[in-house]
C-alpha cells in the first residue's frame, strides 16, 4: 500500500485515479459529514452548485431532507444550516439526507468522484479510515487535503499526517514503505510536532482564523477531537455518501 498526499485537489494527477481516494476537509466538511452519519443521518449528498443542489433536493419530501450550504464560512442565507457539526444533532438529522455544498469540500470530493473507492477522513474519525485502509489494503491512496480556495491549509495536512502516522503505528511498515510521495513525510512531521495541541494548530491556520471571526471557536474545539466517531462515509453513487457497514 502506498500513500500519496496532495494538498489541494489541483494538485492531484489529472491522467488516473488512485484504487482508493480519502478526501479531508477538517474545518468543517467532512467532519461534519461523518457527524451526520453519526447521528442517523440517511446519506450525504454533495454539490458544487447551489441551484443544482436546490433543483435535485426538491424530489425529496421536506421531512426527509435538509439543506446545507456554506461559502467563506458562513451560512448560505435560506439554507436549513451552514456547515457547522455541531448543528448535525440526531433529532435534527436522524432519517434525513443531508444535500450539502461547501467552499472547498465538496470540489475535492468532486476532484476524485470517479475512484474506485472513495472515503471521508477528519480528525474525528481518523481511526476509523485507518482500519478500513489496514483491512483492505488498497495498493495505491490518495489523502486528498481540500484546502482553502486552492491553497495549502494546515489542518487538512496534519490529518493527512495523522492518518499516515497512525498506519505506521499500527502495522509493521514505515513511513519510508508506504511514502508514496515526499508529501507524506512531510505531512506526518507536521501532525507529530502538533498531535498534543491541535487546537492552537487551528488557530493558527487560515481558515481557523476565518472561523473564529464567525464566533466558530466551539467548531474548532469538536474538530480537534480525534477517533470520537466510529464512521465511515463512502461513496455508494457518485456524489452520494452514506455510512460504511
Known amino acids: 500500500m502506498k500513500l500519496f498526499v496532495y494538498h489541494t485537489p489541483e494538485l492531484t494527477p489529472t491522467e488516473h485515479l488512485p484504487e482508493c481516494a480519502v478526501v479531508v476537509d477538517v474545518l468543517r466538511a467532512t467532519t461534519t459529514m461523518a457527524t451526520v452519519l453519526a447521528s442517523g443521518g440517511e446519506a450525504v449528498q454533495v454539490f458544487s452548485d447551489l441551484d443544482l443542489l ?4 426538491e424530489s425529496w419530501a ?13 451560512k448560505v442565507p435560506g439554507f436549513d444550516l451552514g456547515n457547522s457539526p455541531l448543528d448535525c ?6 432519517g434525513r439526507r443531508l444535500f450539502i455544498s461547501t467552499t472547498n469540500g465538496t470540489r475535492a470530493l468532486q476532484r476524485v468522484q470517479q475512484a474506485e473507492t472513495l472515503i471521508t477522513a477528519a480528525f474525528v474519525n481518523r481511526n476509523t479510515v ?36 497512525s498506519i505506521v503505528q499500527q502495522s509493521n511498515l514505515s513511513a519510508n514503505d508506504i511514502a508514496g510521495n515526499d508529501e507524506v513525510i ?8 502538533w ?51
Request: aromatic share 6%.
Open 54 to 57: 436546490i433543483k435535485t433536493s
Open 62 to 74: 421536506m421531512e426527509k431532507r435538509l439543506r446545507a450550504g456554506e461559502r467563506g464560512g458562513a
Open 89 to 94: 444533532v440526531p433529532e435534527k438529522v436522524q
Open 130 to 165: 485507518v482500519k478500513y485502509l489496514l483491512e483492505h489494503r488498497p495498493e495505491n491512496v490518495w489523502i486528498v487535503a481540500s484546502g482553502w480556495e486552492g491553497s495549502f491549509s494546515l489542518e487538512d495536512t496534519a490529518c493527512a499526517g495523522a492518518i499516515a502516522d
Open 186 to 193: 512531510s505531512s506526518i512531521a507536521l501532525y507529530t510536532q
Open 195 to 245: 498531535q498534543d495541541n491541535l487546537v492552537e494548530l487551528f488557530h493558527h491556520a487560515s481558515h481557523g482564523k476565518r472561523l473564529l471571526n464567525l464566533a466558530g471557536n466551539e467548531d474548532i474545539k469538536y474538530c480537534a477531537q480525534t477517533d470520537i466517531l466510529e464512521i465511515l462515509p463512502i461513496q455508494q453513487d457518485p456524489g452520494v455518501l452514506k455510512s460504511y457497514n
